[in-house]
């Protein structure tokens, strides 16, 4: 049966594939800020995006960078706007946006794919951690998403 990808799903693969990124080792920062003509800094400040520099919380853990980096990455390429000038309920949208993107982001569909993935969930999701360098509670979410997407099309 043919996968039928959703408008993110199809805009990440697109993504990546133009910048070619192709594998999970692929998936960090400094490629994807470099190939995207994106500067990332690590700083020991709250994660935040102004045009085309992403800073990153130095503090945080490696995975947890990674995961801001995807969520700020949204924010760069969907939200130019400065979220102190915007109304309230749309920067709520806005991070909503930014949290779902980074989901995918970090563990792109078309690689989960390709992925022979333990049977049970405990495994496929620390399989998922380990792959993507996402946290537990990250792969978790993701995994749980892409099991609810793959079971709806079938």
Not at 75 to 101: A, D, R, T, V
Request: a neutral charge; one cysteine or more; aromatic letters at 12%.
């Amino acid at each position: 049966m043919k996968t039928i990808y959703t408008h993110l799903e199809d805009y990440i693969f697109n993504l990546y594939t133009n910048i070619g990124v192709f594998h999970p080792r692929q998936l960090n920062s400094e490629i994807l800020a470099s190939r995207l003509g994106l500067t990332v800094l690590y700083m020991p400040y709250d994660s935040a995006t102004t045009g085309s520099i992403i800073m990153v919380d130095e503090r945080l853990s490696d995975a947890k960078q990674w995961q801001d980096f995807c969520h700020e990455l949204n924010h760069s390429l969907f939200h130019p706007s400065n979220q102190l000038k915007i109304p309230k309920p749309f920067k709520e949208y806005q991070e909503w946006k930014s949290e779902s993107f980074a989901l995918h982001a970090c563990i792109p569909t078309f690689m989960l794919e390709r992925l022979k993935l333990p049977d049970t969930e405990s495994k496929a999701i620390w399989m998922i951690q380990k792959i993507f360098n996402v946290e537990h509670d990250f792969a978790k979410k993701r995994f749980e998403q892409y099991l609810r997407n793959k079971r709806s099309i079938s």
